[in-house]
């Protein structure tokens, strides 16, 4: 089974605070995702990562950068974190052949900013 | 561009009752349709695919046929349990270059009582 870990499942942070949300996939995929989901709104894409030290800005990347130094890992950074910002954080992750088109979720970190 | 609706939530069923989640879609060319399912507390999870038209997914007792006449994929149970209390995501995938954009419906909340 695949297994897509996340660093935290509830974070509290101070706004002004730079914020990391890590997360960690088993089956060397090469696809991996960033989202944030917010009530009424369902799943937007933040960015997410085709290879190693390679991403791509989703559909609301402001005031948020990645990082993917290992195949296995891709972190989230909040420079700045704002109000605004708390949300659930979900990763995802996918195989890199096009047809294998199942993303994996992990468990998600709720994150919220004061 | 391509996109997702879904009908309104929060659905409320006694158990044993038969349900009927609506799903409809926009997309160019012929997309995998896709429903997932999040438990409370948890990520994401697969509950079930169609890869092409007139393909059926099903899976736990759930069903969605993939109709392309009507751009639909609605999501059937005949009998739901207390269990199934879920949120149910529509999502289409759309081949991008090297991975397959996922698209997600807003989701749909559904509580069975007893």
């Known amino acids: 089974d695949v297994k897509v870990t996340q660093s935290s499942r509830y974070l509290v942070k101070r706004t002004g605070e730079k914020v990391f949300l890590e997360c960690v996939q088993d089956m060397d995929h090469e696809n991996m995702f960033w989202y944030r989901q917010d009530p009424g709104l369902g799943l937007r894409l933040i960015y997410f990562?085709?290879?190693?030290?390679?991403?791509e800005k989703g559909d609301i990347p402001e005031g948020y950068s990645v990082s993917r130094e290992k195949k296995e890992r891709f972190s989230l950074i909040l420079e700045s974190a704002s109000t605004n910002q708390t949300s659930m954080y979900l990763c995802?992750?996918?195989?890199?052949?096009?047809?294998?088109?199942?993303?994996?979720f992990g468990p998600g970190t709720r994150l919220t900013v004061l | 561009g391509n996109s997702v609706t879904q009908m309104e939530g929060p659905v409320t069923l006694s158990e044993e009752a038969f349900l009927t989640i609506n799903c409809t879609y926009t997309a160019t060319g012929y997309p995998s349709l896709f429903w997932y399912v999040q438990y409370p507390g948890e990520g994401l999870q697969l509950l079930l695919k169609a890869t092409k038209a007139d393909d059926k997914g099903s899976n736990k007792g759930f069903e969605a046929t993939y109709r392309k006449e009507t751009t639909s994929f609605h999501l059937e149970k005949g009998s739901v349990q207390v269990s199934d209390s879920a949120v149910y995501f529509c999502a289409l995938s759309s081949m991008k270059t090297s991975y397959d954009k996922v698209i997600f419906g807003p989701g749909t909340s559904l509580s069975v009582i007893p």
């Open positions: 990562s085709y290879d190693v030290k390679m991403k």
């Open positions: 995802a992750s996918q195989g890199g052949t096009v047809g294998t088109d199942t993303q994996y």
